[in-house]
C-alpha cells in the first residue's frame, strides 16, 4: 500500500508565477489536509478536504491561495502570483475518516517551493 | 488558540544516553496528542500517538507521557542510537480537523 504521495518533491518559480502542488492520498483515504512549514517555524494547518468538497479552510490565505480535491485525481494546492514569502515546505496528509478523532494522519514527503 | 512548544529546541547526545524531550500546550482540552519524527527533506512519521484518556504509551525504546492537566507531554528515548538523529515534533488534536505543531526538537547522537 503505497503511503501519501506529493509531487513535485521540489518546485522552483519566480515571483509572480503560479506554483500547483499535487497530492495523492493513500488508498482508501478520502479526507486530505494541508499544511505549510515555514523556515525555522512549525507546521501550520491550511486547508482540509473531502472529495469535491472543502470542509475547513481557516488556515488558508485569503488570498492567491486556493485547493480543490476532485472526484478523481490528486488533490492540488494552487497559488498563484507567488512571492518570496510563499518558499516554505508544504505537506500533504490524508486519514480515511475525519469523525474518529482517535485516528493519525499519514503524511507525505512534502514539496518543497522556492521562489526566487 | 492553541500554543504548543518544545524546548529544547536542539539537542546533543552521545551514543547510549537515554533522553528526554518536552512538549507543553496552553490549552487542555485535547483529543489527543501525537510524536513525530522528521528527517531532513523527508515527510513526517508518526511515533506514538497518546489519546486524551491515556497517560502514556510504549513502542520499543520510545515512551511518551500525558498529563492533560498540567498541559504537558515528554518523549523518552532510552539508549540512543546515531539512527535516532532527527527532528522531533510533538502535535496535538483539540478537535476539529488539524494537527497543532510545535516547532520541534533537532536530535544529534553522536556515535
Known amino acids: 500500500n503505497a503511503g501519501v504521495m506529493q509531487n513535485p518533491r521540489h518546485l522552483v518559480r519566480r515571483r509572480g508565477q503560479e506554483a500547483r502542488l499535487r497530492c495523492s492520498p493513500m488508498?482508501?483515504?478520502?479526507?486530505v489536509y494541508w499544511y505549510r512549514q515555514l523556515p525555522e517555524e512549525g507546521l501550520k494547518f491550511m486547508v482540509y478536504l473531502q472529495k469535491e468538497n472543502i470542509i475547513d479552510e481557516s488556515g488558508m490565505p485569503k488570498e492567491r491561495f486556493s485547493a480543490e480535491f476532485p472526484k478523481e485525481g490528486p488533490s492540488i494546492l494552487r497559488i498563484q502570483q507567488v512571492v518570496r514569502g510563499d518558499s516554505a515546505a508544504y505537506f500533504c496528509a490524508s486519514s480515511p475518516s475525519q469523525a474518529i478523532f482517535q485516528e493519525t494522519q499519514y503524511f507525505g514527503p512534502g514539496t518543497r517551493l522556492l521562489v526566487l | 488558540k492553541q500554543e504548543v512548544t518544545q524546548i529544547p529546541a536542539a539537542l546533543s547526545v552521545p551514543e547510549g544516553e537515554n533522553l528526554v524531550l518536552n512538549c507543553s500546550f496552553t490549552?487542555?482540552?485535547?483529543?489527543?496528542l501525537q510524536w513525530f519524527r522528521q528527517d531532513p527533506g523527508k515527510g513526517l512519521t508518526s511515533l506514538l500517538l497518546i489519546q486524551s484518556s491515556q497517560r502514556e504509551q510504549t513502542s520499543g525504546r520510545l515512551n511518551a507521557s500525558l498529563d492533560k492537566s498540567s498541559g504537558r507531554s515528554t518523549l523518552y528515548i532510552a539508549a540512543s542510537q546515531p539512527g535516532d538523529s532527527a527532528t522531533y515534533l510533538c502535535a496535538v488534536r483539540r478537535g476539529g480537523n488539524q494537527f497543532y505543531f510545535g516547532t520541534g526538537t533537532s536530535l544529534t547522537v553522536i556515535p
Open positions: 488508498k482508501g483515504h478520502s479526507h
Open positions: 490549552d487542555s482540552a485535547i483529543y489527543n
